[in-house]
């Protein structure tokens, strides 16, 4: 099945100081991953303002201009950095999200992925935290409804780290069910189950330290049947790779073949809806390329 690829180069501009697991490799890990592949690939545009302006105010993206420094990083939380490249590969992370909405409600293709850093699905309304500036795949959604007027979208997150920003941008958001599953108790401290949204769409799957992708599955699998329920018209995927067993920053153990267990899996429950992904976390590099490639080679598999 032909998969669209979205990706820039800009993706090496977004510098961070030496030792930041978000780093510049991450995106030459993905892309070599990659490398070969029959994908349809395609520049991603940058995102006009008005798509970032779906989820934030006027005065945080200017803010976020405005701190872009001349020379070096500058930090503006606790781990997010901007360099004087940042702003350009959030912005086309958006923009290619976007654009892969565009593409598969247009039948261009049924399935896509987005490959550009940095991640977005730690980013409030008004707060970049986590590595994140703009809360990409909320953005999509929020396109997808309110500018091809669909009814029914559902966004999924494996990241092993909670998506906190999507959550809050979706959390009045009826026609959107949000399924996240991360490890429990972990950074940024969300993600319990009891967290339901404002509509009762939001669906948490809180995974105990140590535990491994057998485990995470069976949860999912019960998510699912409540997509397959909901009926979506489109599936948003916020693919983070760092609940690896190799990876640095939390302590679940899943391994490349789980990340394409749970791939065919929504794949499976998502039926003739077409399917986005978007790239999120993952910090081991070898595992994160391997990671991405066994989701991608699953994307690409026929019905």
């Not at 978000?22 to 991603?44: I, N, S, Y």
């Not at 420094?69 to 923009?95: F, K």
Request: hydrophobic share 45%; glycine share 8%; net charge negative.
């Amino acid at each position: 099945m032909t998969v669209i690829l979205y990706s820039h180069d800009s993706a090496r501009r977004h510098v961070t100081p030496d030792g930041h697991p978000e780093q510049v490799a991450r995106h030459d890990a993905v892309m070599a991953a990659l490398e070969g592949l029959a994908l349809d690939r395609r520049e991603a545009p940058v995102a006009e303002d008005a798509e970032v302006l779906r989820c934030h105010p006027v005065r945080y993206l200017q803010g976020l201009r405005d701190a872009m420094p001349q020379t070096g990083t500058r930090q503006i939380d606790a781990d997010t950095h901007l360099s004087p490249g940042s702003l350009e590969p959030a912005l086309r992370a958006v923009g290619g999200a976007c654009a892969a909405v565009d593409a598969v409600l247009a039948e261009e293709a049924r399935r896509a992925f987005v490959a550009l850093r940095p991640p977005g699905h730690h980013a409030e309304a008004e707060v970049s935290m986590g590595f994140c500036l703009f809360g990409t795949v909320a953005i999509a959604a929020k396109r997808a409804l309110d500018h091809h007027g669909l009814e029914r979208v559902a966004v999924l997150d494996f990241d092993v780290h909670h998506g906190n920003g999507t959550q809050a941008l979706l959390w009045d958001e009826a026609r959107v069910l949000f399924v996240s599953s991360q490890q429990f108790p972990l950074w940024p401290g969300t993600g319990a189950a009891s967290e339901r949204g404002a509509h009762g769409q939001v669906v948490n799957l809180p995974l105990p330290p140590g535990s491994d992708g057998a485990l995470a599955l069976s949860e999912w699998r019960g998510a699912l049947d409540r997509m397959r329920e909901f009926s979506p018209q489109l599936v948003l995927i916020s693919a983070g790779f760092d609940a690896h067993r190799d990876d640095p920053l939390a302590q679940l153990e899943w391994d490349d073949d789980d990340y394409a267990a749970l791939t065919r899996a929504i794949l499976d429950a998502a039926g003739k809806a077409p399917v986005v992904s978007c790239l999120e976390g993952g910090y081991d590099l070898r595992a994160l390329g391997r990671s991405v490639r066994a989701h991608v080679d699953v994307l690409m598999e026929a019905d």
